[in-house]
Every structure is written in C-alpha cells, then in structure tokens.
C-alpha cells in the first residue's frame, strides 16, 4: 500500500489488525478524548476520511455517523476541503447520517428513547453487515448524555449495547468525548467506564510546557492491543504532536521540528 | 504463587465452611485483571476437565464478554470444545443484558439472533434482578453436577458492571448466598477497583478468603511515556491468602504479558534476570565459570594486612638486605597451593617515589 500514512495511522495500526486473517475479526472502540483547548475534532475527521477514502483495502467499508454536535453542511464541508466528499458518499450508501441534533429522551422513559436509538442502529448495521466493514462514529457522548436529560447509566447501558455489535457484527465503534466536563476526584467514573470499554484511546491535550505558534497541541495514543488472551498484539503508547493546517494536520515526535 | 491460588481453588472447601473466593483488583493503570481472570480460569478449568479438583464443573458468569470469546479462548488453550459441555456452562450477561434486543426484536426491528444456540451457553435478560440471576446459576451448577453432594465454582467476570446495574449492597448478598451454598466449592470475581469506592473493594476484600491485586510496575507519577508503555507489558502482582485461624500470607509476584500470554516469575528471579541480561551479548565470554571465580577468590592480594593475624612481608623498596625473605617466602607458597602475586623490583638502584618522569627516555 502506498497511501502515504501518518504517525496516527501507525499509532492506530488498523491495518494489520484487518490484514491478519479472513475469520471475523472482533471490531475495536475508539475513545476520542479530547477539552476545551484542543479539541479532537480533527481527529475524527481524519478517522472518517481513513474509512470512507476509496483506497482502504476492504473498498466497502461503510460509515454509520451518529451525530449530535453538528448537522451534517458542516461535517460536508470540512470532509470536502480534505478530499473526501460527504455528500456523494451518502449518495451510493457509503455514509449513514443519523442526524440527532433534535434527540430528546422523554423525562418519563430515557430508557425507551435509547432503546429506539439502539434499534435503529442495529437494523443499519444488519441490512449492510454482509461482508462490509461498518464503523460507528458517535460525536458526541457528552451531547447523548444531555439528550437523555444527564442520565450516565442509560447511556452506559446504550455504550453496552453498543458493544455487542463489535462482537457480534465486527463493527467498530469511534466515541468522542469532552473529557474536562467530567470532574475527577469526586467519585464520577464516567469517562473511566468508556475507558475500559474502549481498545484504543486518543487524547488530545495542550502542552504540558504552555502554548507554542508551531505545536496546537499533543496527542496521546493508547493502544492497548487486543487483551484478551489468546491473539498476540502489544498495548502501544504513543505521543506526539500536531499543528493543524488548513486543509490537513501534522504530525510529528517532539523536538523534531523547531 | 498465582498457581498457589489455582490450587487453594482447586482444593475448594471444608465440609462446613463457606467456599474458597478470589478477588482480583485491578485499575486502568494496569488492566491486566480480564487477563488475570482468564488465566486462573483456563487453570481451574484444566483441572476440574481432568477431575483433579473438588469442584465437577464450572459456572461462568459474563459480562464483559461475548461467550464466543470463551469458545476461542478455551480453543486457544487447547480444551476440546465438543466435551465442555460437561463442565461448562456460560451465563451470558453480555449480550442483552437489559432485554433490549428482545424488546426490539419483539416489535420487529432488528431481526438477526442473539448468539449461535449452544448447549453451554444461557443469556440472562434481566440481570438488574439478582434474585433471578443467582438462581440461574445454581441452575446452571445443578445441571452440572446434579443435586448430590458434588460442587461447582464460580466465575463472574466482572463485579463492576453488576454493581453498576444494582447496588454495592444487592452485590456483596449475592456473593454471600453463593460463597455459602452447600454446593459451591470455590467462586472468583475480577473487580475494576477504581470505578468503585474504597467501601466497595474493602466489602469484596472480606468476603474473600484470597485477594489478589493487580498493580502497575511503577507507582510513581506516569508522564513519562516509557514507563507508561511498560504498564501495558508488565505489572507486580500481590496476593494475600487468608488463613482459617486468621493468619495473612501476602505474597509478591511479577508478571510479565509475552505474546498474550501472562508469565508470572516471582520478584527475586525477577531481579537476578535483570542482572543477568544486563551483560551484553558478545562473541566472547564475560562471565566466569564457579571454578573461576573461586580461584579468583583465594589470591591473595599485596596487601600489609590478610586478615589472617599475621602481616605480610611485602618487599617494598626499602631494605635492600630482605630479599632472601622474599624468595623464601615464595618458596613457602608454592606448596600451599594458593594465588599470590609476588613482585620483584628490577632494580634497587632507584626508590620508587621518586620524582623522576618514568617515561623520560621514551622519545614521542
């Protein structure tokens, strides 16, 4: 393969997972996690470039984009300033927008709304699971909780659910949350939860030694292989940094630019 | 020492007592617990699949996992999947643990099954009801081993999310019931200790007779990334063992993640590995042989004092007239069979501090 790859590419090492054999392969969960500073956004445009560019080796991956944060002009846009163009790909099927913006769980029944979210879900994922790679992308988790009126258990529960589908369907799953909402210390374990849910973990912070014109920030890349007994594959840590430009982001180690 | 415990659970209860029970802890710091769990797992399933152990067969509770997992685990450690069945069974808590996808399956909205029908396997629904999910499992261990006197074990993988989908206290009842039927004859759980309060772990802790944590290799402060990474490959493990009298045995391993399979060593040949790969490999031989180094250790070195009571005569420039001493003495030696180093000046015609350049005459 050719494709020119990044240092996140390498850091996700998505490839080699699916390149290892034809058996179905366990799907993984992606936590994005990025604050108020330096948000992951473009982490999660690159993430949905990657899976719907032509170029990726099974062509027929599909997308399923739940969004809460923004309406799908605007996702269109910045996708088509990078090369990648939403509209056509929701046109011959390759995109699903389930555009949440107006989702409001009724006070009396969370459970229920979810329910709903999840079944529509899964029925997307039946009708296009023969032999396609689907990706979940959530943005965000943060905003889901809002819609089921601040109710973390449901959306645990939704996060479970969910989950299955890796499982069962070989999904993978892409979640973006705002990590500073959620206050550390006092015994709130939300973001720890999506942590032992998730097989890979982005971070987006600012430098720890301040802000810089050259560097928008670091990225932390947890990867934590696939643990679970009987498949080799070592839990990787990476970090490095990144500048966004207009149109694409750099990545590179510290110190290696000046 | 983590065979220690396979073993403390293979041997299971006293007629009388409550049942042999693990807690495994573990944080994100090091998320080795599953793969803790799985070993321990893998071990006492070995031995109750070969019928050295007090228990006839094995319940495992699933949370965190689709049973399919355990299928490929089990094959992976080279059980034969077409007789687990006899000491198997899986409740499968994982795959709709709310009823969910029944609900939706019931109005017609997704359509594909749960999970492949298999005879191990057995999906919870509702698992916010504990009184039903404890009766499935002596169901389950019923079926196993019949009502007789024969026992099963436990395994429920993991507490956390059942205490996410009840209560602390519905949990620790739960754990009680089952750690005192007639009929269970050891029970493990894994713990995420940190998503929980201390009150959680420590209401776990006494109602197990063994703990076993899962630590990170290195407690201090984790910015530095290089130590971060070596979190995901290794870790310490501490165990205590409760005595029936009250004595603690505590107990320290290392374990180390090879090829997706946990290693454990115990701390001291931990060390002595570091040590010895710590010389670096070359073609020639850097590390002396026992004979060698006990030969080294019988020269004796030119020092005034051996030790020995006695001072040694070492020529040393001064008195011209010792010389025969020094010859007669290396005669001596020469029986005894020991190293020595005997130094002979070249000539006396110079004392040996002087302030003379040794390296005069050489022309650079």
Known sequence: MNRPTTLLDDALSFDDGESNSRRPQNGRVVLVEDCVETSGAFVLHHLIKRFL?????????????????????????ILRKMGCNLAAQRENKRLLFFDMLMLECPDDDVEGGLIALFGNIQKAVEVNSSNKNITIVIDDISLLEVATNGSTKDVLNFMRYCHTLTTQFGCTIIIVLHEDIYSSGDGFTFPLQLEYLADIIIKTEPLITGLAADVHGQLTVLNKGTLDGFRSSKGKIHNFHYKIKENSVDYFYPGSRS | MADAICRVLRDGALEGEHATSLTINDSIHSPFGPIVFDYIFTQLSSFISSAKSQSRGIVLVKFSSS?????????????????????????????????????????????????????????????????????????????????????????????????????????????????????????????????????????????????????????????????????????????????????VRVMREEFSIDNS?????????????????????????????????????????????????????????????????????????????RGEIIYFRDSDDEMPDSDEDPDDDLDI
């Open chain 1, 53 to 77: 560019s032509p170029n990726v080796s099974s062509s027929d991956s599909i997308v399923l984009f739940v969004a809460f944060a923004q309406p799908f002009s605007h996702y269109d846009r």
């Open chain 2, 67 to 247: 049973p399919s997992f355990t299928v490929e685990l089990l094959k992976a450690r080279g059980f034969d999947i077409a007789t687990s069945h006899e000491w198997l069974r899986v409740l499968d808590c994982y795959s709709d643990p709310l009823g969910w996808k029944e609900r939706l399956k019931d109005r017609g909205a997704i359509k594909s099954p749960l999970t492949e029908a298999s005879p191990n396997v057995s999906i919870c629904k509702d698992v916010r009801n504990l009184n039903d999910l404890f009766s499935m499992v002596l169901a389950l261990g019923k079926e196993l081993v019949g009502d007789g006197k024969n026992r099963f074990s436990v395994a429920i993988d993991s507490l956390s999310e059942m205490i996410r989908h009840t209560s602390l206290s519905s949990v620790a009842c739960l754990l009680s019931n089952l750690r005192s039927h007639a009929q269970v004859s050891s029970i493990f759980w894994l713990l995420h200790s940190d998503l929980h309060d201390m009150k959680a772990a420590a209401a776990f802790e006494y109602m197990s007779s063994m703990v076993a944590n899962v630590k990170p290799p290195t407690t201090e402060n984790t910015d530095n990334f290089s130590l971060l990474e070596q979190n995901y490959k290794r870790g310490h493990f501490h165990a205590s063992l409760k005595r029936r009298n009250g004595r």
């Open chain 2, 261 to 337: 399979l946990i290693k454990f060593t115990s701390v001291a040949a931990g060390e002595n590995a570091v040590a010895q790969t710590l010389v670096p490999k070359v073609q020639f031989n850097l590390q002396l042989s026992d004979k060698e180094k006990s030969d080294r250790a019988k020269v004796v070195l030119p020092f005034e004092h051996q030790e020995t009571g006695k001072s040694v005569q070492i020529y040393d420039g001064r008195k011209p007239g010792t010389h025969e001493l020094e010859v007669e003495k290396s005669k001596k030696h020469e029986d005894s069979g």
